[in-house]
């Protein structure tokens, strides 16, 4: 398999490296040690290209040489595999990742899904969620880039409630927002609250804190999975592997700083469909107020909340100062406000 010249190993024609975005260059002499041997290269951009075509499949550049290259659009020319027909229509075979056909010079496009496990925020093209840097553009593939303001916001909330750090993995993805437990390090982020607005005074950052608060809860008690047993839990909680049928439509208002009115026994409505979320919730609003236990409590009574909800908060702060003792973590310093 090729590497980079910094060790990370690549796929054939990816335009970056994934872990130093230094830009690849694809030559004859480069791919030849598995393929036929061409013989030519683009001028322009150094990549290999066949001499029967017309144009460079991968800058677009016309290298067409009269009495050399192909008058009829080929399926699969020496060096090249048919991997399918020009999106445009001339009847020439492309073969994947060309960006443009090498018959007609038309713009190419691919279905990724099968490839990579999501898509590019910049560019839309295939990456997987390991990668740091998009293979096609060069860029953030997680597209942090863009929420740098509300993941430092998150970063220093949860530094502030104390909850001890792991090693999760805010990610911008297509789609809905949510946390698979088989890939519990994988926060991902519906991208329309970010992708395509105009300027950045258009982003709700507020409700991406909340956002990506309440998918660290459901990160967070996957990665304590075994804590979900104790008695303790079940109470305050109940059995959060009971069958998950909560629709992905459902409004959930992650401005909200506050805890909500009803109903009496949950801290907002969205913590009601399930006990996953209801953990969830209660994560977000511990680590929004800081975990400041006596600031909450004092909410919950003005608001009537019912004792369930105190009991959770409890469960939840009893449980971060266990994994704390745990860890060996320094006690907090007498300077520091004395805990809520």
Not at 71 to 100: D, I, N, W
Not at 195 to 203: A, D
Not at 296 to 318: I, M, N, R, S
Request: proline share 6%.
């Amino acid at each position: 398999m090729p590497k980079c010249v910094c060790g990370h190993r690549l796929r054939r024609f990816w335009r970056y490296c994934p872990a130093c975005a230094r830009a690849q260059v694809w030559s004859d002499a480069r791919i030849a040690a598995k393929t036929a041997k061409t013989g030519a290269d683009c001028g322009a951009c150094g990549w290999v290209v066949a001499d029967s075509f017309s144009y460079c499949p991968w800058c677009q550049q016309d290298i067409y040489v009269e009495g050399v290259s192909s008058e009829e659009p080929l399926k699969a020319p020496t060096g090249f595999q048919f991997h399918a027909r020009c999106g445009a229509g001339c009847g020439g075979g492309v073969q994947y990742p060309m960006s443009y056909c090498p018959w007609c010079s038309k713009a190419q496009s691919w279905n990724e899904e099968s490839f990579f496990d999501g898509a590019c925020p910049h560019c839309d093209g295939g990456v997987d969620d390991g990668m740091d840097r998009c293979v096609w553009c060069g860029e953030d593939a997680t597209g942090r880039d863009l929420i740098v303001r509300a993941l430092r916001r998150v970063r220093r909330l949860l530094r502030v409630a104390r909850v001890p750090v792991w090693d999760y993995r805010v990610l911008l993805r297509p789609g809905v927002s949510g946390v698979d437990p088989a890939y519990p390090n994988a926060i991902e982020i519906e991208r329309g609250y970010v992708v395509g607005k105009k300027s950045r005074g258009e982003i709700p950052w507020r409700l991406l804190v909340g956002l990506v608060l309440h998918e660290l809860g459901h990160s967070f008690l996957y990665q304590h999975w075994y804590w979900t047993r104790e008695p303790r839990f079940i109470q305050a909680f109940g059995l959060v592997d009971k069958a998950y049928r909560v629709r992905d439509d459902l409004f959930v208002d992650f401005n909200r700083r506050y805890v909500a009115i009803s109903p009496v026994d949950h801290v907002s409505t969205y913590a009601h469909v399930h006990p996953q979320e209801d953990f969830a919730e209660t994560f977000r609003f511990y680590c929004t107020r800081r975990g400041r236990l006596r600031e909450l409590f004092a909410e919950l009574g003005q608001k009537h909340k019912g004792v369930p909800v105190y009991e959770k908060f409890l469960t939840l702060h009893d449980f971060l100062r266990r994994l704390r003792a745990q860890s060996g973590a320094p006690r907090r310093p007498s300077s520091w406000p004395r805990p809520r």
